[in-house]
């Protein structure tokens, strides 16, 4: 893990609420990647920066024990094009520890690698929380994430 200051950036893709409480985010979580995916979402997001795929974790309502929004999409330049059905976001620069999920993306990896920052002692500003699905993830069966986790 290592401290990094991120600068701003916007996001357009594929917006769900849930909750870690009672497993709601095994389900929904899993499902809005498939949606992504399965749909081919990257390919229809305009102004593309680059290739990577991008989770955000952000509007909590308190902390991770409580509910929050996860996009699922991918940067952009700009937000003037929303295409129907997605939404577009924007984020300030701020501060963030950086994880990296390694092993079986598709499986437990990633979760895997949150319950481990979830033990970690860190001043979470829990305003938004980034993972990053880059080259290092072509391979997500045996790839790698960065896991950005915004702190005070």
Same mark, same amino acid.
């Given at each position: !893990?290592e401290?990094?200051? !991120?600068?701003?950036?916007?996001?357009? &893709?594929?917006? #769900?609420r849930t909750?870690n409480?009672?497993g709601?985010?095994?389900?929904?979580?899993p499902?809005?990647?498939? *949606?992504?995916? &399965? *749909?081919?979402?990257?390919?229809r997001?305009?102004?593309? #920066? @680059? @290739?990577?795929? /991008?989770? %955000?974790?952000?509007n909590?309502e308190?902390?991770?024990? *409580?509910?929050? @929004?996860?996009?699922?999409?991918?940067?952009?330049? !700009?937000?003037?094009?929303?295409?129907?059905?997605?939404?577009?976001?924007?984020f $300030?620069?701020?501060?963030?520890? +950086?994880f990296t999920a *390694? &092993?079986?993306?598709? +499986? @437990?990896? %990633?979760?895997?690698?949150?319950?481990?920052?979830? +033990?970690?002692?860190?001043?979470?500003?829990?305003?938004a929380?980034?993972? %990053?699905?880059?080259? +290092?993830?072509?391979?997500?069966? $045996? &790839?790698?994430?960065?896991?950005? /986790?915004g702190?005070?």
């Open positions: !893990m401290n990094v200051a !991120m600068q701003p950036v916007k996001i357009i &893709g594929l917006k #769900i909750s409480d009672s709601k985010a095994d389900i929904d979580i499902a809005l990647w498939n *949606k992504f995916m &399965g *749909k081919s979402i990257a390919e997001i305009p102004n593309r #920066i @680059d @290739d990577e795929i /991008v989770a %955000v974790y952000t909590y308190s902390d991770y024990t *409580k509910p929050y @929004d996860m996009i699922i999409g991918c940067r952009v330049g !700009m937000l003037d094009t929303i295409p129907e059905g997605m939404v577009g976001r924007s $300030d620069a701020g501060n963030f520890t +950086k *390694k &092993g079986d993306l598709t +499986k @437990d990896a %990633v979760i895997n690698t949150w319950m481990q920052i979830w +033990k970690t002692p860190l001043e979470r500003s829990y305003l929380d980034f993972e %990053v699905y880059g080259e +290092k993830a072509q391979n997500p069966y $045996d &790839g790698e994430a960065e896991i950005f /986790v702190v005070k």
